[in-house]
């Protein structure tokens, strides 16, 4: 399927490069520029794939999951991104750590409408990581169904 956007044409994958390229940059711009929290939740999943490409994994999450960490991230007033531990292994903290570097690393993000930013600053966004035997990690918002036993 192609999409049409300023009289040129654009697939798919061409598309969500352009995406990953501008959050990659820290520019949350154009269709980037969510309207609902679920698209601010997939913007940011996709920022941290894009700044841990090589902690990240994109098979099927094994059937017993290493360990799963679950952060509140939100805004501060200095646009830095900031995480709170909702739920961690206390027997991983290396887990619970890599969470939280992959989080420290963004770049603020510039775009974003004035909704999500609110948003973002007062409520923030939940998201789970799902660690791999291996240390690579998913992120629930992103990740393929878990395999069966």
């Known amino acids: 399927m192609m999409n049409r956007n300023n009289n040129r044409t654009v697939s798919p994958l061409a598309a969500t490069a352009t995406l990953a390229a ?5 520019s949350w711009c154009g269709q980037a520029q ?6 601010v939740k997939a913007d940011f999943a996709r920022a941290v794939y894009q700044h841990s490409a090589g902690k990240v994994h994109n098979d099927r999450p094994q059937p017993l999951l290493r360990a799963v960490v679950v952060l509140r991230i939100k805004l501060d007033e200095q646009n830095q991104w900031r995480a709170e531990v909702f739920r961690d292994n206390p027997e991983q903290p290396e887990m619970t750590q890599a969470a939280i570097a992959s989080v420290a690393q ?5 775009g974003l409408t004035p909704k999500a930013q609110q948003m973002l600053r007062e409520e923030g966004l939940i998201e789970a990581w799902l660690f791999q035997t291996d240390g690579r990690f998913a992120l629930k918002t992103l990740a393929k169904p878990q395999r069966g036993a």
Do not use: H, I
Request: aromatic fraction near 0%; hydrophobic fraction near 55%.
């Open 22 to 26: 501008a959050l990659l940059l820290g």
């Open 106 to 110: 963004l770049p603020a993000p510039v």
């Open 34 to 39: 969510a309207q609902s929290a679920d698209q």
